[in-house]
């Protein structure tokens, strides 16, 4: 993408942060509605900060408005708690953004405004902003729904009723052999995309759909939650404790039909339909429950992310990008690794044992949409818009 097209990007990523800030009542803006999301005002204002710290402070020197703003949004500051309620009031936190992000638009478009830097190279810099944005928009997508859930009333009857179904047994084949993951070096890849590896896999089947709300009712009605063989120690400890039962935007009616609530309201759940709102404990459960079964499905666990992004590459992956795929392998730093543009965007992340997620969601946007794209999160995490996806052994 040349300069002109994702400078208009950049634009846009700006104007739908500010956008559904302004969309949102006052109380709405400053309100946490999880413990592990802040609130939708300080997502917009941590985008601004981001751009304030690099193009203000990094480049150019400057810091005297990001110095005024960092104990708001730099995590070892203040707890997010914290952080979130002692932000300004909306109007003036909307007005503040303007103003800044209009500036920030002007020096970028207008060459000469920011000094030359290695960081500006192929626009890599402007890339890596786009898609902090992208990211925090997604995260308050995620904050709107939560709210979701804790103000909805009661009344909703199902219409169509979701039946529990057997796994599916339709799988994808990928023969043993060499294969590259990994960016080659595209300016939007972030550093823990790089640099690109050359891997030998062992063959594996790769279910060509990720589970389903049928599959996931039947684990659920096999009793899944109430058998510890199927859950690790840690995932037993976190169910007993969470009292989890269900996916986390899984409510039923009056007749006790299972119904989602989403961004919009209630809806019917298809048995088709990728299941999300479930954490990485409660895919593991269902993996393993799945093996139990036997036959074609013994074996069954929880992709690897290098399975997934060469099955992807490999054409044969079609079915994915509605809901974001929980991966049985840490998230960690690829064979020669080097941070960028600071270690504080990958690094503090590798040693902690956190689960990776693969393919986006439906409220992805387009810039993170790539196969070699890489998330994480916590394996308690149910909030994310996340679902599940399964492999199997080679078979014959």
């Given at each position: ?167 599916r047994n339709h799988s994808l ?190 409220h992805t946007q387009a810039s ?29």
């Amino acid at each position: 993408m040349s300069r002109g097209p994702l400078l208009g990007a950049l634009s846009a990523a700006h104007q739908l942060l500010l956008n559904l800030v302004e969309s949102q009542p006052a109380e709405v803006v400053a309100r946490q509605y999880h413990p592990r999301l802040a609130s939708l005002g300080w997502y917009l204002g941590r985008s601004l900060y981001e751009e304030l710290y690099w193009l203000r402070e990094q480049l150019l020197g400057d810091v005297d408005l990001s110095e005024r703003v960092r104990l708001f949004f730099e995590p070892e500051a203040l707890s997010l708690g914290e952080q979130c309620a002692r932000l300004p009031p909306k109007e003036h936190l909307l007005n503040w953004a303007r103003e800044i992000l209009d500036e920030h638009l002007w020096r970028l478009a207008n060459p000469g405004q920011l000094p030359a830097s290695p960081w500006l190279r192929d626009d890599r810099l402007l890339w890596f902003l786009l898609q902090e944005h992208a990211r925090h928009y997604e995260s308050m997508l995620q904050v709107l729904a939560q709210r979701r859930l804790l103000e909805s009333g009661s009344g909703y009857l199902v219409r169509k009723r979701l039946q529990a179904q057997p796994p599916r047994n339709h799988s994808l084949v990928v023969e043993q052999g060499h294969y590259r993951v990994g960016s080659r070096y595209e300016p939007q890849a972030y550093d823990n995309e790089l640099p690109p590896q050359i891997l030998k896999l062992s063959r594996f089947r790769l279910a060509a759909q990720p589970v389903g709300n049928g599959e996931y009712l039947a684990f659920m009605t096999a009793g899944g939650y109430a058998q510890p063989e199927f859950w690790s120690p840690d995932g037993w400890a976190w169910r007993q404790d969470s009292g989890v039962t269900h996916p986390d935007h899984w409510r039923q009616d009056d007749q006790g039909h299972w119904y989602g609530l989403g961004l919009h309201g209630p809806c019917d759940l298809l048995a088709s339909e990728p299941v999300m709102g479930i954490s990485q404990y409660e895919a593991q459960a269902c993996a393993n429950w799945v093996a139990s079964l036997g036959g074609e499905l013994a074996g069954a666990v929880l992709q690897h992310e290098y399975q997934w992004e060469v099955a992807v590459r490999l054409g044969l992956l079609q079915d994915y990008g509605r809901v974001w795929e929980w991966c049985g392998d840490p998230f960690h730093p690829y064979t020669d690794f080097v941070p960028w543009p600071a270690e504080t965007v990958s690094v503090p992340y590798f040693d902690q044992d956190l689960p990776t997620r693969r393919g986006g969601s439906l409220h992805t946007q387009a810039s993170l949409r790539r196969p070699s794209y890489r998330a994480w999160g916590r394996r308690e995490d149910r909030h994310g818009f996340t679902g599940m996806r399964l492999v199997f052994p080679p078979g014959d």
